[in-house]
């Protein structure tokens, strides 16, 4: 299985941007429907944070609502720029691909620390 690359993440003081980004191996020639981000913080669940789809319609965790923009652009890839970053938003972000078949294709996670 294919395996998304992400970058961006990093330590940040409380209130300061981080801006990820994830590219996608031109092997996968899958028509892509979603894509998104996922985070998951030690010892919680993994939450979705922001979900784009074809039309462009997007998705967001309430907890990131008016802080965090998902975008795409012609290729494979997707952004998540954070901005009014919080200590509770440090967390290992994961990036998604879902293709009109149902198929998944994930990154291995970057790590974004806010530090107050």
């Known amino acids: 299985q294919e395996r998304l690359q992400e970058s961006g993440g990093g330590p940040v003081q409380a209130g300061g941007s981080l801006r990820l980004s994830c590219s996608a191996p031109?092997?996968?020639?899958?028509?892509?429907?979603?894509r998104g981000w996922y985070r998951q913080a030690p010892n919680t669940e993994s939450e979705l944070v922001a979900l784009?789809?074809?039309?462009?319609?997007t998705k967001y965790a309430d907890s990131v609502k008016g802080r965090f923009t998902i975008s795409r652009d012609h290729s494979k890839k997707v952004s998540l720029q954070m901005n009014s970053l919080k200590p509770e938003d440090t967390a290992v972000y994961y990036c998604?691909?879902?293709?009109?078949?149902?198929?998944?294709?994930w990154g291995q996670g970057i790590q974004v620390t806010v530090s107050s």
């Open positions: 784009i789809m074809k039309d462009r319609t």
């Open positions: 998604l691909l879902r293709s009109t078949s149902g198929t998944e294709f």
């Open positions: 031109r092997t996968i020639s899958s028509d892509i429907c979603a």
